[in-house]
């Protein structure tokens, strides 16, 4: 959003003694603005959707369960919405151009939920020139296990892409997705790897790009497509990512391809309108792999679901990469693989407090 780092975030980052630096600390904060803000200036309009946004308030009844079954509900009768979420943001440029009922990042809020907020808006009032989303179910953590969660996460992403490339808008359009938290995922490839999907008519279609891109990269393609002057000398510098775009526009519109996973897996308590079933309308759905914790591992599993509880991934104070990056790649294995296998490259199933890497603070300096 800010195409650098101010020192402060960069000396702090880890620690966060102050706060969770960017979205709701000044001292995180560029003199030089936003993205938006550069977009503005540029007299272009804005829609933001859950980007940047530190504050959520929703009804006691607003469960992931009943959002679940909400979203379905707003699908098939086009009703709106049951509940009153109100997201917003410290910064007051931003909820000047945001939408309240698009929630932060809470893990207790279904990602299709979402998207059927965002649809809403998209059939009243269309796109703006800059749109910025935030679908965080792919942190997991939430009510639903990891699989369902990263299952809604493409669900979601899938139908916004639908709807766009549908619409009269879809020849215009150029939809950057890219991930949250790449620095503590490794791959096969590098640790410090992230994919990015450039999704247009414009865009090369079948194609896997390997050329060196960043996240600077990226916000200058977005800045030079809408006609943005630089935010500081790093995006200025950056070259666009002109090489993963053609002359020649591809209209074919992308069909989003119904979940294969059940989106309510792992739930303690079912939704009232019933649990997810894809295979029961989708015959080549993958395999729904057992909840069910090896009776060897329950112990382990309670110590794990007791971590969870600590790491602020749901509700109203839900606060991104709040939990230990490597605590939160093993309980998302392990949860993933069914509590029987072990992280890769070690021997065992650890608990929360012996995981190798994991910053545990002593009893003396927690508070």
């Known amino acids: 959003m800010q195409a650098d780092d101010p020192e ?36 272009r309009s804005v829609r ?94 939430g009510p639903a296990n990891s699989p369902a969660q990263v299952a809604d996460n ?36 590098d640790g410090h790897r992230a994919p990015i999907q450039i999704i247009s008519p414009w865009a090369k279609h079948g194609t896997v790009d390997s050329r060196y891109y960043s996240q600077i990269t990226m916000i200058r393609t977005i800045e030079q497509i809408l006609g943005v002057h630089p935010m500081n000398q790093k995006d200025s510098a950056a070259t666009p990512m002109a090489s993963a775009f053609t002359k020649k526009p591809d209209y074919t519109p992308f069909t989003a391809l119904p979940n294969r996973v059940p ?49 602020r991934l749901t509700g109203p104070h839900a606060v991104p990469d709040f939990a230990n990056p490597a605590q939160m790649n093993h309980f998302t294995w392990y949860e993933t693989h069914g509590w029987s296998r072990p992280y890769p490259g070690e021997k065992k199933l650890y608990a929360p407090k012996d995981v190798p890497g994991a910053f545990i603070p002593s009893a003396e300096n927690d508070g």
């Open 8 to 43: 402060y975030t960069e000396s702090s980052a880890g620690e966060y003694a102050r706060s969770y630096d960017t979205e709701d600390d000044a001292l995180g904060h560029q003199r030089t603005g936003f993205l938006w803000t550069g977009a503005q200036d540029a007299g």
């Open 48 to 141: 933001d959707f859950g980007e940047f946004h530190q504050f959520l308030t929703k009804p006691a009844d607003a469960s992931w369960q009943n959002l679940y079954c909400d979203a379905k509900n707003m699908r098939s009768t086009g009703a709106d919405t049951a509940y009153d979420l109100v997201s917003s943001s410290p910064i007051p440029s931003l909820n000047s151009v945001s939408v309240p009922g698009f929630a932060k990042f809470d893990t207790s809020v279904p990602d299709i939920y979402r998207a059927e907020i965002w649809k809403k808006d998209f059939a009243k009032n269309g796109p703006s020139n800059l749109n910025m989303f935030w679908l965080s179910s792919d942190h997991t953590g």
């Open 154 to 189: 493409d669900l979601a992403t899938g139908r916004i892409v639908d709807t766009i490339s549908h619409s009269k808008y879809w020849k215009d359009s150029a939809i950057f997705v890219v991930e949250d938290d790449s620095q503590a995922g490794l791959d096969h490839v």
């Open 263 to 311: 989106l309510t897996d792992g739930l303690k308590t079912p939704p009232a309108c019933g649990v997810d079933t894809p295979a029961a309308q989708d015959p080549t759905a993958a395999a729904v792999p057992s909840t069910k914790v090896p009776a060897a591992q329950r112990e382990l599993a309670a110590q794990w679901a007791g971590w969870k509880a600590k790491q």
